[in-house]
């Protein structure tokens, strides 16, 4: 029988015929168990080698243990010793109390491997947990997250996809952690294009009633723009009248953003992704004073009439003024930077756009910085950048006809796919909501499982699949576990504890017990493909451990109900956060 008892820094697991008591700050992650292990040895053996740090990584090959230390060979100039020898010295120095094995391997690696008590006892822990062991920041900060961003009298297009999934991804990762996030849909509402749009409604007595209709309007309007000076005059008119508030201007205005609000609600209720809009218009009354400030800091400079800030080593500048007076982007952007960390009082701003706007935010970034509205050693500011989303050609997703596929179009057609697959497996009872949640998984699994930065082929067939790194091979997992509780039926495991013995029990524990380390590297690097890895591992080792460890009539059934439930909550969580509902059946 194993009994555990809590104490504020204590861990006591009883076995049958011993007792070990497990001293340690509460829930820490392995590697950092690891790392502050090696940390105390290298200050007792080599207090003198200087500020190189102690790099800790899960071992390569499980036959290494779990976690390894490299660092040796790069302390082996500066103490002026063989690698070798230093990783003895700090091998023999560490205390073994949670290790089952510090051994030094090659020409001076340091690998370490777990007590399984020991994995035991923080795996128990962890499944009575709500939040599976992740522990909350030491500081709420307060995140901000800018994604989708599309432009009002426009459909959404296969373009915004990924701003939308990553983004939403991101901002669910942090609300996981605890932090205090904002969401901010920075929608195209401003400029120009309103002005043609208004100017050319008004000549023709048009009142918009639909997206599509807005659409055909704005394509006219920009025609006659480009070709007729008298209508481009007009145009820049409403645009002066639509900035000046006048009345029938900013109806009109309001009627077409309208419209495009509810379209694009269509594709967020699709998705289930919430949003708090905050377009180019509501920084509209700050553009002159961050004009103004920039000039007064001695930062400005006029380039053929334009206001411009130049930077060393930019070959463009940032241009916060036309030479008409009119605002632009870059001007709502250095807006939006500083209302961010003067009124939200942002610690963190992320922004998750295409990689093609990388210089534009690098030029905002180091505008903020010089201006003094972005302090870096106060406020972390990413931009999250993402490659295009292929067809089967390579090139860029379009339509048979050429047109750029519309978001909700591409969606529609994977959730009617998921259909099609569901019924072709015999699969009995109502599909259309099963479809909809598969569909609308395969598509956003596929897109978070590729590495942000690179441009990836977007295939209804290869997302689909109910074998590989899918959607549906991890929701199957999910499905699975839920399959073998139903089988066995309701069991009392309130006086049980995990315990692992099989080395594929301690494998798929070691894993799940890795769950909070591969949200922290998210939280740091914004690669959301780090936790669809993890997952997918995951379901990987769960269905070695279900093939090598019978559940269901063996003795060590009900411990293994619960490290099974670790496994299904585990997988559930990650999947919420990824912004995927799971299924109880498939």
């Keep these: 029988m194993i ?9 006591i697991l009883q076995a049958t015929n011993s007792l070990i008591c497990y001293s340690r700050a509460p829930m820490t992650s392995l590697k950092k168990r ?17 500020e190189k740090p102690l790099i800790v990584t899960p071992a390569t090959q499980e036959k290494f243990g779990h976690y390894q230390c490299n660092s040796a060979m790069q302390l082996a100039g500066a103490l002026r010793k063989s ?32 007590k399984g008590p020991f994995l035991s006892s923080l795996l128990d822990e962890a499944q009575r947990d709500s939040k599976l062991g992740v522990r909350a920041p030491e500081k709420k900060e307060r995140v901000i997250v800018e994604f989708s961003s599309p432009n009002i009298a426009k459909e959404m297009h296969v373009g915004h996809l990924r701003s939308t999934i990553i983004g939403d991804a991101l901002a669910r990762l942090f609300e996981f952690l605890g932090f205090e996030v904002i969401r901010l849909n920075h929608v195209g509402d401003w400029g120009t294009a309103f002005g043609m749009l208004i100017a050319y409604m008004r000549e023709r007595g048009l009142e918009a009633t639909n997206l599509p209709e807005l659409m055909q309007w704005y394509r006219a309007s920009k025609q006659r723009f480009d070709e007729d000076q008298a209508f481009k005059d007009e145009a820049r008119a409403a645009v002066v009248a639509l900035q000046g508030g006048e009345s029938e201007a900013l109806k009109t205005w309001k009627q077409i953003c309208q419209i495009s609000r509810e379209a694009f609600e269509e594709v967020y209720d699709l998705l289930d992704i919430h949003l708090e809009e905050r377009g180019e218009s509501f920084y509209n009354p700050m553009l002159s004073q961050v004009v103004a400030d920039l000039e007064k800091k001695g930062m400005i400079t006029l380039s053929e009439g334009a206001k411009c800030v130049f930077h060393e080593g930019y070959k463009i500048p940032l241009m916060v003024q036309k030479s008409d007076g009119g605002y632009n982007y870059d001007t709502t952007d250095m807006a939006a930077i ?9 610690d963190r701003i992320i922004v998750v756009t295409d990689a093609g706007q990388r210089l534009h935010f690098e030029l905002i970034r180091e505008t903020a910085q010089q201006a003094g509205y972005l302090d870096p050693n106060k406020v972390r500011f990413d931009h999250v950048t993402f490659g295009v989303v292929l067809g089967p050609d390579g090139k860029k997703f379009k339509t048979r006809s050429g047109e750029v596929e519309k978001l909700i179009d591409l969606l529609q057609a994977a959730i009617e796919r998921a259909r099609e697959i569901l019924l072709e497996r015999g699969h009995e009872g109502e599909v259309d909501e099963l479809a909809r949640l598969i569909g609308i998984a395969a598509v956003k699994y596929a897109d978070l499982s590729c590495n942000r930065v690179s441009d990836y082929v977007f295939s209804y067939d290869r997302m689909l699949r109910f074998e590989g790194n899918t959607a549906a091979f991890i929701l199957y997992a999910y499905v699975r576990i839920n399959g073998i509780k139903r089988k066995i039926g309701a069991q009392d ?14 494998d798929l524990g070691v894993h799940l017990l890795r769950f ?17 890895d993890y997952l997918y ?4 080792k769960f269905n070695a451990f279900f093939r090598d460890c019978r559940v269901e009539g063996d003795p060590a059934q009900n411990r293994r109900l619960l490290l099974c439930d670790v496994v299904a909550r585990t997988l559930a969580t990650g999947l919420q956060i990824l912004g995927i509902q799971t299924v109880e059946r498939m």
């Design 3 to 11: 009994r555990k008892d809590f104490t504020e820094n204590t861990i």
């Design 34 to 50: 690891v790392e502050e292990e090696l940390l105390k040895a290298a200050e007792l053996v080599y207090p003198d080698r200087g």
């Design 83 to 114: 690698p070798r020898e230093i990783a003895e010295r700090l091998a023999e120095a560490i205390d073994k109390e949670v290790f089952e094995m510090v051994e030094v391997a090659g020409p001076g690696f340091i690998n370490f491997t777990f």
């Design 338 to 346: 500083l209302h961010r960390v003067e009124s939200d009082q942002a």
């Design 493 to 506: 495991l309130k006086d049980e504890h995990i315990h692992l013995e099989h080395p594929a029990e301690i």
């Design 516 to 532: 909070q380390e591969t949200l922290k590297a998210v939280q740091e690097e914004l690669f959301p493909n780090y936790l669809t």
């Design 537 to 540: 591992t995951l379901a990987q």
